[in-house]
């Protein structure tokens, strides 16, 4: 009875054992895929969390390399102070300190009100920036997620310490005959106009920028000369020509306008007036010489993304240059003054320094010793030039400023290389230095920096010399700024009272 329906129960019975299994199996496959995702969430989740961490110490790095930077840069203050303290007479000691001062305290005030709104605001015809009054668009979370992201806070601290140093330079130009509220109009001018809007061309989205020369609606950059990727636009790493030669140039044009001091010029000779303590220009310069790695190092503007190697090689070439030119300098005082000047060392030194602050990361090592040799010629043929046109510089502002300034504008063209230039990060691949065209560029961009702080920084000092006078009568000069400006009868009396 059974020999029909065994076999098929059988059947069943294999069919449903089958069945088990597979819904078994798939049980585990659920379990072991539920598994899986959840273990992959939480990696996502370790990975998320890991490259946060790294973006905010990147991000912090970076902060910080840019706050320290610019605290060096600002200490260069110190060194100006102790150069031109030294380098002019004892009776007008104090003046020289406080103009240093006032300097670093007017640009904090001005650049902060307007000056960094006309240097890195959005541009109005490539000319000059329309940001913010009062940094205004910098506050708390500007940048988005405060542990991987800048706020802005950092940059204008770091542009605040170039923005006195530019107004610094002047103060040697016209010390020893100058009113003390003539030089602080200056100051505050300088700030708030004259220099930013130079940093606006070169370092901003101005005509002349290597950074996004007046971008068009679409984002576009419009650099000198093709206004594409073909040209770079003028190149200034760390300011010969936005810092330097607006400080040089401005200076020489002081100097001319207040006039030489009493008794330097007599009968169209040159009379010597020496400062009265070398120990204090040595100083001064080798502060300075320190301070000019967070200068040029520091214009790197960050540490990651290989820009550590760059800042290296930028201390590199910024050695060179210095000792090239110190060596250079020393030479020459020997060969033409027939003897080891100190004084002309120093400013040798200062000369290297501003020759390679331009082109510093995108030349190398061997181009810049060349540049510091060249800059201190550069210098002394200026020194002399001025000494038979008789216009006097104190602290020869305008051969190491203005005339070395515009060496290294123009050397970059020369030496620059365009896999340097790539290495230092500039935006666009090209040919320009082989081709030639960066030259014409670094020409075009020197001149016109040139030409506007010649004549803004004219128009300033002869309006106020027509207005009011910026000189002091001669019984103030030759009893003193320190007394009549100040109170005191020198920087030891005024010390010890």
Same mark, same amino acid.
């Not at 379990?31 to 989740?45: D, I, R």
């Not at 930028?314 to 110190?326: K, W």
């Given at each position: 009875?059974? +020999?029909f329906s065994c076999p098929n129960g059988r059947s069943s019975s294999k069919m449903a054992g089958s069945t088990a299994t597979i819904a078994a199996m798939n049980a585990r496959m659920d379990? !072991? +895929?539920?598994? !899986?995702?959840?273990?992959?969430?939480?990696?996502?989740?370790e990975v998320a969390a890991a490259q946060h961490t790294a973006d905010s110490a990147e991000s912090s790095l970076d902060i910080s390399w840019i706050i320290l930077c610019g605290s060096i840069v600002f200490f260069m203050q110190a060194g100006f102070s102790m150069l031109e303290a030294g380098a002019v007479t004892e009776k007008n000691v104090i003046n020289i300190l406080f103009k240093n001062i006032m300097d670093a305290s007017i640009a904090g005030i001005f650049f902060w009100a307007f000056g960094y709104a006309v240097a890195y605001g959005p541009t109005?015809?490539?000319f000059i920036g329309t940001g913010e009054v009062f940094i205004l668009d910098i506050h708390n979370s500007a940048g988005g997620d405060v542990a991987t992201s800048s706020d802005g806070w950092e940059g204008w601290f770091f542009q605040w310490a170039f923005a006195g140093t530019a107004a610094t330079i002047v103060s040697g130009s016209v010390a020893e005959r100058t009113k003390f509220h003539a030089y602080l109009i200056y100051s505050a001018i300088c700030a708030t106009f004259i220099y930013p809007v130079v940093v606006h061309w070169v370092w901003g989205s101005g005509f002349l920028s290597a950074w996004g020369a007046m971008p068009d609606a679409e984002g576009n950059a419009h650099p000198l000369f093709s206004g594409t990727s073909a040209s770079n636009g003028m190149i200034d790493f760390a300011g010969s020509g936005v810092v330097h030669m607006v400080g040089g140039v401005s200076g020489l044009v002081g100097a001319m306008v207040v006039g030489p001091r009493t008794g330097r010029f007599v009968d169209g000779k040159l009379q010597p007036i020496p400062g009265h303590?070398?120990?204090m220009q040595a100083l001064g310069t080798t502060i300075l010489w320190f301070g000019?790695?967070?200068f040029n190092c520091g214009s790197t503007l960050m540490l990651s993304g290989g820009a550590a190697n760059l800042a290296g090689k930028?201390?590199?070439?910024?050695?060179?240059?210095?000792?090239?030119?110190?060596l250079t300098a020393t030479l020459i005082s020997h060969f033409f003054e027939k003897t080891f000047d100190i004084g002309i060392a120093l400013n040798g030194i200062l000369a290297g320094l501003v020759g390679v602050t331009a082109c510093c990361s995108v030349v190398d090592p061997w181009h810049a010793v060349i540049i510091g040799f060249v800059a201190s010629f550069v210098y002394y043929g200026a020194r002399n030039l001025l000494f038979r046109l008789q216009v006097d510089d104190p602290l020869d502002a305008f051969p190491l400023h203005g005339c070395c300034g515009f060496w290294s504008v123009l050397a970059t063209g020369i030496f620059c290389t365009d896999v340097n230039v790539q290495y230092a990060a500039y935006p666009n691949v090209n040919t320009a230095c082989a081709s030639g065209e960066q030259f014409g560029v670094q020409i075009v961009g020197g001149l016109i920096i040139f030409i506007w702080s010649f004549t803004t920084s004219g128009l300033l000092f002869l309006g106020m010399h027509k207005s009011f006078g910026i000189r002091v009568s001669e019984e103030v000069e030759l009893e003193g700024l320190d007394k009549s400006e100040h109170g005191g009868g020198g920087v030891w009396e005024w010390g010890n009272r």
């Open positions: 009875s059974c +020999q379990m !072991l +895929q539920g598994y !899986l995702e959840s273990n992959m969430t939480a990696l996502h989740a109005y015809g490539g303590n070398t120990v000019w790695y967070g930028v201390a590199v070439t910024t050695t060179l240059s210095a000792t090239s030119a110190c």
